[in-house]
Each structure stands twice: as structure tokens, then as C-alpha cells.
């Protein structure tokens, strides 16, 4: 084969490498980092390629050895529900933000998984989709890293336990043995599913029209009505999260008060249907990011909202405009 047909093929497998390394390390930029070099010892390496695995193999090999590299002597990402009790709105100082390092981050389903084919199997994409939600990455970052490969590859990929031996040169023995604790330590830190959201679902398209209505419109009463009486509101960079309709919108009223009159652009983000959020005050009243917000749903009620703020990184990621006009619509460049 030559070395250009080689190379066309090595990019194919970029989209799900992209999917591997994100599950494994926990930030999409991470993960586009761990792509490229794994990109760049492949296309070094491509001529010694001898096919005696298949390219597929050779590929996750060194994105797995890449992604282990950077996992080295590093603490795990996770999101503020996992780490602090919550916060009452009142009770003093939100804090300051912490490092980027900290955070589990989120991600775009085409970035990671792609657009399903108009065949393609319910199921399997609603697996797939399940495998990038937050609370599945966030406990897969409890796991040691190379039981968390394990786990990817066997669980999620649905590869084979000698497959799974070679990519990380291991035997088959002790791969069964790494998928075995690694399911346990799994049970112990994973969180109930949430609803599989589907575009064709009337009942999920009404709660989230109205979850936006009373976004935009501030009605708190209205969003109050839509929350899990169990839900949350997070703010990664910062530990400070809320818990219940009553704090939520407590947050709201005070803290979050600047949130009044934003407006909010539809996306997909980690399996779920997200936002990004536009809150007003810029020039010529303009709308200015704010946030990407991932709407997670439980027994058709909003069980959770996760407002990333790094905007200057992740909008661009989002393909989402600098900022909005008067009337919310993307401005010109």
C-alpha cells in the first residue's frame, strides 16, 4: 500500500480516536492534543507499518500509550458535584475559580461520535451517546488509567479481550482481571442514568422549548416547575454548585441576576441537549458568551445543568458566533 493511501486511512479513524482519548482523559482539548499526536507518530512510523495488526490496532495503541503518558503522576478531572457539599445561595462567597485541570470539560457529539447514518441502530447510538454523558466520563476518571482503558476498549469499542491484550501488551488473563475491578470500582462511583434524549420525543421537545422560554424570559416560577426536585446547577471553573429548584432559583435571583434577559443557541454536547448562553451587555447591545450549558433530564423533569464558562475555548469548539445582535442573531465577523 502506498504511503499516501496509508495516511488518507490513518485520518479516517480520527473522529473516534478523538471519542477514546476524551473518554480517557476527560477534556476535549486534551483529547485533540492526544489525536494529533498520535497523528504524528503514526504518519513518522508509516512507512515501518508492517500490517501484521490490523491499522485500527496500531492506531489505539498509540493513542493509548500517548493518553497513559499524559495521565502520569496527574489528578483526575471531575465536575464540582463530586468534589464539594453544595452551596446555599446567601451564605457567603462563591469563591474563585480554580485550575482548568481540575474540571471534567464537555464535548460536541460530531466532534466525538458523528451524525448518525438515517440507518443507523436506535440502540447503538443511544449507547454510544451514553458513553460520552458526563456522570459516565466523570466515574470513568475514578478508575486507574490503564483499568480505564480497559474498560473503554471492552465496554464501550466492544473489543476483544486478546485484542484489548495487544494494544496494551498485555495478556488476556490480566485484562479479564483489569475489566473485573474496574467494573466494581465503576459501581461504586457511577450515578443513575439519565433519560436517553431523542429528538423525536414530543415530551422532551416541550420541556426543553419551555426550559428555554423561561430562560430567556427569566420566568423563575416557570423553571422552578421544570426542575427534578433533586437537581443541580454547577459553574466549573468554580466548586460552587446548588442543589433543588429553591436554591437553584435562588442563584438566580441574586448571584446569577446577570443571566436576566440572555439568550440561548441549541447544540448537542455530551449526549444531551445543551445551549450556549449569551447574556446581554455588550456594545451596541450586543449579547456576549457566557456559557455552555448541558441540560441533563430524569423522569422528564431537568435533573441537572452544567454551565461551563471557559467561553473563550469553548464556543469556538461549539462552532458558535463571538457574540449575538440585538435581535439574537450570530453578529458578523
Known sequence: MRVDDLQAQIERHRRELT??????????FEADDAVQET????????DRF????????WLYRIATNVCLNALQGRRRRARPVDLTEPFTPGAGHVGDPTADDRWLGPVPDDHVLGTPSAGADPVEVAEARESIRLAFVA????LLPRQRAVLILREVLRWRAAEVADVLG??????NSSLQR????????ATAPTDVVSPL?????????RYVRAFERYDLVLLASLLHTEATLSLPPYETWMRG???ICDWYRGPGIGCQGSRLVPIVANGSPAYGQYRPGGPDRTFEPWAIQVVELVDGRIAALNCFLDVERLFPLFGLPPRLDRDGNPCPD
Do not use: F, I, N
Not at 497523528?39 to 508509516?46: I, P, S, T
Not at 466515574?139 to 475514578?142: G, V
Not at 498485555?170 to 485484562?175: L, N, P, Y
Not at 420525543?201 to 422549548?209: G, I, N, T
Open 139 to 142: 466515574a470513568l476518571q475514578h
Open 245 to 247: 429548584p429553591s436554591d
Open 182 to 189: 474496574a467494573r466494581a470500582r465503576l459501581a461504586e462511583v
Open 50 to 57: 508492517e500490517g501484521r495488526s490490523s491499522l485500527r490496532a
Open 39 to 46: 497523528m504524528l507518530r503514526a504518519w513518522k512510523a508509516v
Open 201 to 209: 420525543d414530543p415530551h422532551q421537545a416541550d420541556l426543553l422549548d
Open 170 to 175: 498485555t495478556t488476556v488473563a490480566s485484562v
Open 19 to 28: 471519542g477514546y482519548c476524551y473518554r480517557m482523559l476527560g477534556s476535549a
